[in-house]
């Protein structure tokens, strides 16, 4: 006789319960391994990447099975607001989605329609075949499926700043995550997520998806920035990224050994090597 099993929690379900910002980490590397070795780190949310990294959902699945036994929530960004993406994503077991380049309520709306199945949405129906039901033995998963699932929608552009009340009051978006590098980009100041406008345009965010009594969260890799955000009420925060560390770390130890003459020497390695 097969286990009848529940679903797990989902991202709102962790923001519901906390008692402080939570605090995630981007994991990019497309590698089970570097998942799960970011699960145990302490994190309370995993950030698993597939707009800017090479994954798929082949690799997303195995990400998602190398973290299950770890007290820590994944969520997973399709690479693109797309209906048959979303749907391979939920299909293989996310449950907590963010949905990049939502500039508009109607992009958002499109987000909420993905994630539902009819009439309430344009979900299909596999659930028989897919991992998210765990091949139908989770009990009455068809009509318990919104429940399982969070909705977060990215908020990166300028136009999207000027909507996001709007955009955070669209019924089935359970909260907004805010990306300063692509804003930054569509202020015309790429690069410089520090500038005095695209804080004001992060800031002004916070403040519209918190009185929706919506969920909010920004990326920022930079502590004071991170904390900045923290203290003007975001619920959760990306403050890392594995690729990023290991870039970071490796040169820092590099630099330890290797003289910095060496340094011009092919594959910065001395002529002598």
Same mark, same amino acid.
């Given at each position: 006789?097969?286990?009848?099993? $529940?679903?797990?929690?989902?991202?709102?379900?962790?923001?519901? *319960?906390?008692?402080?910002?939570?605090?995630?980490?981007?994991?990019?590397? *497309?590698?089970?391994?570097?998942?799960?070795?970011?699960?145990?780190?302490?994190?309370?949310?995993?950030?698993?990447?597939?707009? +800017?990294?090479?994954?798929?959902?082949?690799?997303?699945?195995?990400?998602?099975?190398?973290?299950?036994?770890?007290?820590?929530?994944?969520? #997973?960004?399709?690479?693109?607001?797309?209906?048959?993406?979303?749907?391979?994503?939920?299909?293989?077991?996310?449950?907590?989605?963010?949905?990049?380049?939502?500039?508009?309520?109607?992009?958002?709306?499109?987000?909420?329609?993905?994630?539902?199945?009819?009439?309430?949405?344009?979900?299909?129906?596999?659930?028989?075949?897919?991992?998210?039901?765990?091949? $139908?033995?989770?009990?009455?998963?068809?009509?318990?499926?919104?429940?399982?699932?969070?909705?977060? #929608?990215?908020?990166? !552009?300028?136009?999207?700043?000027? $909507?996001?009340?709007?955009?955070?009051?669209?019924?089935?978006? +359970?909260?907004?995550?805010?990306?300063? !590098?692509?804003? *930054?980009?569509?202020?015309?100041?790429?690069?410089?997520?520090? +500038?005095?406008?695209?804080?004001?345009? #992060?800031?002004?965010?916070?403040?519209?998806?918190?009185?929706?009594?919506?969920? #909010?969260?920004? $990326?920022?890799?930079?502590?004071?920035?991170?904390?900045?955000?923290?203290?003007?009420?975001?619920?959760?925060?990306?403050?890392?990224?594995?690729?990023?560390?290991?870039?970071?770390?490796?040169?820092?130890?590099?630099?330890?050994?290797?003289?910095?003459?060496?340094?011009?020497?092919?594959?910065?390695?001395?002529?002598?090597?």
């Amino acid at each position: 006789m097969p286990f009848r099993v $529940n679903p797990d929690p989902s991202f709102r379900d962790a923001l519901a *319960a906390a008692e402080r910002p939570l605090a995630g980490i981007w994991v990019c590397s *497309a590698s089970p391994l570097v998942a799960e070795i970011c699960a145990g780190a302490g994190f309370d949310w995993l950030f698993i990447d597939a707009e +800017h990294s090479p994954n798929s959902p082949e690799s997303v699945l195995a990400q998602l099975q190398a973290v299950r036994g770890y007290p820590v929530v994944p969520v #997973v960004r399709p690479a693109v607001n797309d209906t048959v993406l979303i749907k391979q994503y939920l299909d293989i077991g996310a449950q907590s989605l963010i949905v990049p380049m939502v500039h508009t309520v109607a992009d958002a709306e499109a987000a909420v329609s993905a994630v539902r199945y009819p009439p309430l949405g344009v979900r299909g129906v596999g659930s028989a075949l897919a991992r998210s039901a765990r091949w $139908n033995r989770i009990p009455g998963y068809l009509e318990r499926a919104s429940e399982t699932i969070t909705l977060i #929608v990215q908020v990166e !552009s300028a136009e999207a700043v000027a $909507n996001a009340a709007d955009i955070a009051a669209v019924d089935g978006v +359970h909260g907004v995550f805010i990306g300063p !590098s692509d804003l *930054a980009a569509s202020m015309g100041v790429i690069g410089k997520q520090e +500038h005095p406008d695209v804080v004001a345009g #992060v800031e002004s965010t916070i403040a519209a998806v918190k009185a929706a009594g919506k969920f #909010v969260g920004v $990326n920022a890799f930079g502590e004071a920035t991170a904390r900045r955000y923290m203290d003007a009420g975001v619920d959760f925060v990306g403050v890392g990224a594995d690729v990023a560390l290991l870039a970071r770390g490796t040169e820092a130890l590099a630099a330890t050994f290797v003289p910095a003459d060496a340094e011009a020497q092919p594959g910065g390695a001395p002529a002598s090597y």
